[in-house]
C-alpha cells in the first residue's frame, strides 16, 4: 500500500512510519494540514492515516473538505478523544474508521488492512484471480496449489495490480508505489519488476498488458504474458 501519516507528533509519526515501512509499504509524513493537501494534490494513495489536532486546524474539517471534493481515499481517524461525540463525527464526515490514543502499532496495521479491503470490496484477508491467490495481510502468493516466493517490491506491484483489475496504471504511478517521491532509481526500474513478476506468474490466470505509451493493464482470464 501507499500511506499517508498525517501525525504533528514526531515520535507517533516516526514509530507509524517506520512499522509500515518494515510491512512492505511506501509511506509519506505530513505533519501539518497544508503538506497533506500538498501530498494528495501529487499522489494517489491507498490510505492517509488522519490525526484529528493538527497545528494549523482540525482534521476533521480537512476530512470534510476532502470528501466534499469527491476524494474516496480510505481515511482512518486517530483521536486522544473519548467522547462518543467526536467518534461520530468523525464517521459521519467521512472517515472509514478511527482509533483512540494511545495505541498499539498492531492493531493500527489490522484496522488498516480492514479499511482497505473494505474500500476494495473484499471481505477476505485473501483475494483471487482465477487460479491465482493473494494474502495481503499474510504477504503470501499462490498459482494453484503452489507457493511463489516475492520479493517486497514485487509484492507491492502484485498488490496494485490486483486492486486495480482492467485499470491502466502509469508507469509514473506505479513507480511512485514502489519507491515513494525520493526515488531511488530510474523509471526503468518498473519494466524491470513487471518482468520478474510476469516471469514468477506465468503459470497464474492474470495477463499483465504493455499499453505503449499508457502505462500496465492487469486482466483476468487469461495466462500471465510471457517474457520475450
Known sequence: MRILIVEDTEDVADAILSHFSRQGHVCEAASNLEDAAHFLGLETYDLVILDINLPDGSGLDFLKKLRASKNGVPVLVLTARLQVDDKIDALDFGADDYLVKPFDLR?????????????????????SVGNLHC?????????????????RREFILLEAFMSNLNRVLQKEELYSRLYGLTGE??????????????????????????LRGLGYQAVPGGRAEKPS
Do not use: M
Not at 494474502?135 to 520479493?151: G, K, M, P, Y
Open 185 to 210: 532509481a530510474g523509471l526503468n526500474a518498473v519494466e524491470v519488476y513487471v518482468a520478474r513478476l510476469r516471469r514468477k506468474l506465468a503459470d497464474a490466470t492474470l495477463e499483465i498488458r504493455t
Open 107 to 127: 492493531e493500527l496495521e489490522a484496522r488498516a488492512r480492514a479499511v482497505t479491503r473494505r474500500k476494495h470490496g473484499a471481505n477476505e484477508a485473501t483475494v
Open 135 to 151: 494474502n495481503f495481510a499474510a504477504h503470501s502468493v499462490r498459482v494453484d496449489e503452489t507457493d511463489i516466493e516475492l520479493t
